[in-house]
């Protein structure tokens, strides 16, 4: 496993551009609201280090795709992705959260969002774009997901149709951050990971192999995508 920046740097070849330390447990939905009333925290500090590395280009804010991805579940991506979601938002940025994990999505049930249409009816030509974005008052994001898993929609993923999807997106917003299924368990990511602009690859301290990291890589530069960088998530600051 990974327990230093520098090794994560001299294996991968990339750089580790936001290190985020382990959160207390707890419920997400509560803890990132309590990220929107008090974002002077280590880890708010990290992900606003984070959020600027992504998003400034030339000096100025551009629209931005930025897909999370990790190997392995539970490494923390869909945190990380909400939370540079809601700090992009802090900071005025119009944006849109997309929870792209179709086959074993937990993120509405876990925030309690209310998806009906959901981003599978949109799939399935069941719903318009415009009827499956939803919005999260509390957080000041709009949102475009699952309402529940969906392998079947999962199976009609396809590029031909997101890069429109992405263009029109990424004309009405600010900042499009696409949380992606895990590299080792499914090939959705890759499909994806074709509309994004940027991919940052959660690597979580002191618990994903090595192995799997480089393999993880190694698929995404068989398919010519670039990785921007590293997070080097749950870090225990001792």
């Known amino acids: 496993t990974f327990r230093t920046r520098q090794e994560v740097e001299n294996d991968t070849g990339l750089p580790v551009i ?3 330390p382990e959160l207390p447990k707890g419920d997400l939905a509560s803890y990132m609201r309590a990220l929107r009333g008090n974002s002077n925290t280590v880890y708010g500090e990290r992900i606003r280090h984070l959020r600027t590395f992504l998003l400034m280009r030339n000096g100025r804010d551009e629209a931005r795709a930025v897909m999370i991805v990790s190997s392995n579940p539970d490494e923390g991506k ?3 992705a909400l939370a540079l979601a809601q700090m992009a938002a802090l900071a005025g940025r119009s944006v849109i959260l997309i929870d792209g994990d179709l086959r074993r999505s937990r993120m ?3 925030m309690g969002w209310q998806m009906d249409p959901d981003f599978a009816d949109f799939i399935q030509f069941r719903a318009d774009l415009s009827q499956i974005i939803h919005t999260d008052e509390a957080l000041g994001i709009d949102v475009l997901g699952p309402a529940r898993p969906c392998p ?10 997101l890069e429109p999807v992405m263009t029109e997106l990424k004309r009405v917003y600010d900042v499009v951050i696409i949380d992606a299924p895990p590299l080792s368990k499914v090939s959705d990511g890759l499909v994806l990971a074709r509309v994004a602009d940027s991919i940052v690859y959660v690597v979580e301290w002191d618990r994903t192999p090595r192995s799997v990291v480089r393999e993880g890589l190694d698929t995404l530069a068989e398919m010519r995508l670039g990785v921007t960088g590293v997070v080097f998530n749950k870090v225990d600051p001792k």
């Not at 079947?152 to 149709?161: F, G, I, K, Q």
């Open 18 to 20: 936001s290190w985020l």
């Open 78 to 80: 869909s945190t990380t």
């Open 108 to 110: 509405a049930a876990e």
């Open 152 to 161: 079947e929609a999962a199976d009609r993923l396809s590029t031909s149709w």
